[in-house]
């Protein structure tokens, strides 16, 4: 079992930058892939970025360039720099635990309860 929760949401300017973290219970962290989701207001959930536990990064096309995820096994904690914010940034942001495939959401078994952006214009 492993159990997450997101931090470091809030409100930012666009052109801005904020940095989620998401810390993870559990003594096989770093046996799981992890992944940011995101989910704005009307709109299905995203994939946005995922790291495997080898390190590989993977990203959507719309922050890659801008975003960077990260992570740190000894701490259990997973990042995602987000940077040159953009108001369609603007959403509930989600970490995820999953073993197989890291883009797809259907992967990951374990879920956060999400952190707000808003990036205004």
């Known amino acids: 079992q492993v159990q997450l929760v997101e931090s470091g949401g809030g409100l930012a300017q666009a052109g801005g930058s904020l940095r989620l973290s998401c810390a993870a219970s559990?003594?096989?962290?770093?046996?799981?892939?992890m992944g940011w989701f995101r989910q704005a207001p009307g709109k299905e959930r995203e994939f946005v970025a995922a790291?495997?536990?080898?390190?590989?990064?993977y990203y959507a096309d719309s922050v890659k360039g801008r975003f960077t995820i990260s992570r740190v096994n000894a701490l259990n904690t997973v990042f995602l720099q987000m940077n040159s914010l953009k108001p369609e940034d603007t959403a509930l942001y989600y970490c995820a635990a999953g073993l197989s495939i890291v883009t797809m959401e259907r992967s990951y078994d374990y879920w956060g309860q999400g952190t707000q952006v808003t990036v205004s214009s």
């Open positions: 790291i495997t536990w080898s390190g590989s990064t």
């Open positions: 559990g003594r096989t962290f770093s046996s799981y892939a």
